[in-house]
């Protein structure tokens, strides 16, 4: 009889390996299920046999003979990670072709064949490798977690459990696409208030590097007291093209976003640092409520796919809570996940942490009841999802007329200043 080698989770969330005897992985996972374990995993126990002495040598031989060799592996030197969009496409043709029959070792052949060198293809090389050698799938890819992270290497392990490989990828696909979809239209609407803002503030230090001290120079000539706007507006113009001042105030300005950008990320690495972020930014108006949903809108996709695709309740908002990307929604995630070890409901814990709207929970304690958690979190995301556009367009019909605000302003203050002292000089001509 043979035997099975698992892993899975028992009833407190904590992970347990062992190996039971079965004639069929189907009999494999109900011994497992019997003994009060969840099976995440499950391969087959495979015996190598050595070869020695003259059969090893025949076998080489006759190995030689029919001209059996190898496929050599092209490793390339590469820099940088794996986009989502190819590493989506990868996933939707392998779901193609699992889904046509094909064994999973010869699906990885031709797909790593079919990649432009690169990172993908060096990964699927080394995964190729591990499968060939017994491992499973999910085991060879979570050795690689900068390809494959742990959402992705968990819901293989699901489906190969099941016996679902081709309808797991199939989802796995359409989730990693929804989810760029969204981080798309975030970006998207930032794109342009940016490029704006970026093109006004040069024309601005080109105004007062070049313009500005030409204007100072005909003041001077005159001989006569400047009113207060223009000489502020000198004093700012001798400062950004650096007189006097041993760093010029235009490599302040050009620096300073720079600067905060890298120390948001080195406060990121820190705890406390990355939570007063999280909590900052969420209280900003507009901007905070787009971030709110986009969260809610990620961790609920994340973990109605999850929970579909198989994977126990308690993995599945460990991952979710993971992968969310905002320290309040990970401390919320991480409290429904002690309520539910604890034998206690899903939507209690996120009404206390208050960090959904009431629907939500409303929605997601429906599900609890009816047994439809996966597609009630399904739904309450694609829902967020049209939240989130509304959201995109309201920030950029505040963006704009604020923008128009700002810049007519800093133009019309620099005119009125130049043109205050020739305003005075001719009313003293004139008088």
Known sequence: MPSYQFEALDQTGKPQKGTVDAPNSEEAINRIKG???????????????????????????????AGGKKKKTEITITIGGVSKKILTQFTRQLSTLQDAGLPILRSLQILTDQQKPGKLKNTLYDVQNEVEGGSSLSEAMAKHPKVFDRLYSKMIAAGEVGGVLDIILQRLADFMEKAQRLKRKIIGAMIYPSVVITVAVLIIIAIMVLVVPKFQEIFEDFDTELPAPTQFLINTSNWIAG??????????????PIIIIM????????????????????????????IRLSAVARFTRTLGTLISAGVPILEAILIARDTVGNWVFEQALQK??????????????????????????????VGEETGDLDKMLIKIADNYDDEVDTAVGALISLLEPLM?????????????????PLVKLIQSVTG
């Open 35 to 65: 003994q009060g374990f969840f099976p995440t995993s499950v391969r087959e126990k495979k015996v190598r046999k050595r070869k020695g002495g003259a059969a090893a040598e025949k076998a080489e031989k006759a190995e030689k003979a």
């Open 243 to 256: 007189k006097d001042t041993l760093i010029p105030g235009w490599a302040v300005i050009i620096c300073t």
């Open 263 to 290: 120390i948001a990320k080195l406060l990121r690495k820190t705890k406390a640092g990355r939570a007063a972020l999280d909590m900052g930014q969420m209280r900003i108006p507009v901007v905070g409520n787009l």
């Open 336 to 365: 429904v996940h002690d309520s539910i070890r604890e034998g206690e409901s899903f939507a209690a814990p996120l009404r206390e942490a208050r960090v959904c709207d009431s629907i939500v929970v409303n929605m997601i304690d």
């Open 404 to 420: 128009v605000v700002l810049l007519g302003g800093s133009v019309g203050f620099i005119v009125i200043a130049l043109f205050l």
